[in-house]
């Protein structure tokens, strides 16, 4: 299935019923009078968090939506059938825009969490509430009230627990194939991960959910390479995993540039917890690791230094460690908020 994570769509409830304008003819029934029923109520448009959801992909091709529209009503002041709700699945972590996004509606980041976000017009008065000592017999009855009309933005953030972010080809991928059973593209140029891929690790009797995120570049924030959109999905992770690609000689560069990019993207993503994980170390030799190592450790000065891991994602290196380490740290996180 293709992933999508942003949707433009319009949305319309239902219009009211019209009233109706009718009399009582009865046989042996010496006065009529009016008894036109009223109109039906339009159906609203709800959107609803499902599960088990990972793409707005429903919302590429049609576009536009509307909700039943509400019964006429009848004579012997019988009342029309109000319209159906249109209930709109989408994914758990879908947030609900304005047209031009400055507004947020809703953000169902539950299971089952609905938001009404077109309310269904009222049925009109059969003559029959129109009646009165002056005007026994009333031929005006109300249309029905039309129902609410918007354009909409649904913005998908996925929700994980584990956010995987560092420069392209760093080995993110083989890292989420390591350590769950997700099995992303992997090949050896950048930009293998196009879309945000979810992966389940288990550890001992728990489970994390762990995304991995297009590679970033610098000046992502801009607009360059595949730009920033998709850290947006980051946003919902308890917990950062920076993968750097230990091959590479400046650790500290590259760990510096993607903390701009998550900084100029805002949302909260620097304040998040952090692990540092340094991949590929079975493509260098011991001497050239610690030199790196501690050169990558004094870039911090006296500023706190995050937890720093070495691995080979590929080479299987150290991965029972790391899951006990995240394992660990969710324990502690939890712990602090207990």
Do not use: C
């Amino acid at each position: 299935m293709k992933f999508l994570d942003k949707a433009k769509i319009k949305i319309k409830a239902g219009d009211g019923g019209n009233g109706a304008a009718s009399f009582r003819r009865e046989k042996y029934i010496e006065f009529g009078g009016p008894n036109g029923g009223d109109g039906g109520r339009g159906g609203d448009v709800v959107f609803r968090a499902v599960p088990n959801v990972n793409t707005l992909i429903d919302y590429r091709y049609k576009t536009s939506f509307a909700a039943q529209r509400g019964q006429n009503g009848m004579g012997k002041m019988r009342t029309g059938y109000s319209g159906d709700t249109l209930v709109l699945p989408v994914p758990t972590g879908t947030v609900i825009l304005s047209e031009n996004e400055e507004i947020e509606y809703a953000d169902l980041n539950i299971d089952g969490m609905e938001y009404r976000a077109a309310r269904g017009g009222n049925g009109g008065w059969g003559n029959l509430h129109f009646k009165s000592p002056t005007n026994r017999a009333p031929r005006q009855a109300n249309d029905g009230l039309p129902g609410e009309e918007r354009t909409v933005v649904l913005r998908l953030k996925l929700i994980a627990d584990i956010g995987l972010v560092g420069f392209p080809n760093a080995g993110k991928s083989t890292l989420l194939a390591a350590v769950t059973a997700a099995r992303p593209k992997i090949a050896n140029y950048a930009f293998t991960t196009l879309n945000p891929q979810l992966g389940v690790m288990y550890a001992h009797d728990r489970e994390f959910v762990l995304v991995d995120l297009p590679g970033l570049i610098q000046g992502a924030h801009t607009g360059v390479g595949l730009g920033d959109r998709f850290l947006g999905h980051a946003e919902r992770t308890k917990m950062i995993l920076h993968v750097i690609d230990g091959t590479e000689d400046d650790w500290a560069g590259r760990y510096v540039a993607i903390r701009h990019e998550m900084d100029s993207y805002g949302g909260g993503l620097l304040g998040k917890p952090e692990m540092v994980i340094i991949n590929k170390i079975d493509a260098i030799d011991e001497e050239t690791l610690a030199a790196r190592m501690d050169a990558f450790k004094k870039s911090f000065g006296r500023k706190k230094k995050p937890e720093i891991m070495t691995i080979s994602a590929a080479g299987r290196i150290g991965i029972p460690e790391l899951i006990a380490a995240i394992e660990k740290k969710f324990l502690t996180l939890e712990n602090d908020h207990a």
